[in-house]
């Protein structure tokens, strides 16, 4: 596996919900709602994430059970996020040089979702494992996604080049 790579999944259909109604709302649509704030739940081929008590991002196929017609109590969010996942041997190198948490002191088992910012842009991450590879789901407003995008890669870049000259010093 390369050190840290980068997968843009911003195609992948996503809404948002929220509002004093919209917990309620999404348990008749026959969503699950994660019952603690900025937690989430799985669901087929996608996530529910609570961000608040009363907003929910919804990502996946699933997002399409919110063009059902709104409720009191609930509004829509408009999501146009930039959209990554991140992986790699040296991912938590690259965390703890963007961000100002450390994502190993979180349980990936417990789901949490961090509301926080990396290299100066808003940012909510997921931070998940996948056969005992941690990996990190993230989104931003889509206006800084570029650059942020560019930004990550550059800085990843930088980390390689260190870890390249580490290991070429220590050899005989």
């Avoid at 709302?25 to 009363?54: C, E, H, K, M, Y």
């Avoid at 017609?69 to 963007?98: F, I, K, M, S």
């Amino acid at each position: 596996m390369s050190e840290i790579a980068f997968e843009n999944v911003s195609r992948t259909p996503r809404a948002g919900v929220k509002g004093p109604g919209a917990a309620a709302w999404l348990t008749d649509l026959g969503l699950p709602v994660p019952q603690a704030p900025n937690s989430w739940l799985p669901l087929s081929g996608g996530i529910i994430a609570r961000l608040g008590l009363t907003e929910f991002l919804i990502e996946g196929p699933e997002s399409a059970k919110l063009a059902a017609p709104l409720v009191h109590g609930v509004y829509p969010v408009l999501r146009q996020d930039t959209a990554l996942v991140l992986r790699g041997d040296r991912l938590n190198d690259l965390l703890l040089e963007t961000c100002s948490v450390d994502f190993r002191a979180l349980d990936p088992a417990v789901r949490p979702v961090v509301l926080t910012s990396m290299a100066g842009v808003s940012v909510t991450v997921i931070p998940c494992t996948e056969n005992g590879v941690p990996y990190t789901r993230l989104w931003c407003d889509n206006t800084y996604g570029e650059w942020f995008f560019e930004t990550l890669t550059g800085i990843a870049g930088e980390l390689m080049q260190l870890s390249q000259q580490r290991n070429q010093g220590a050899t005989p």
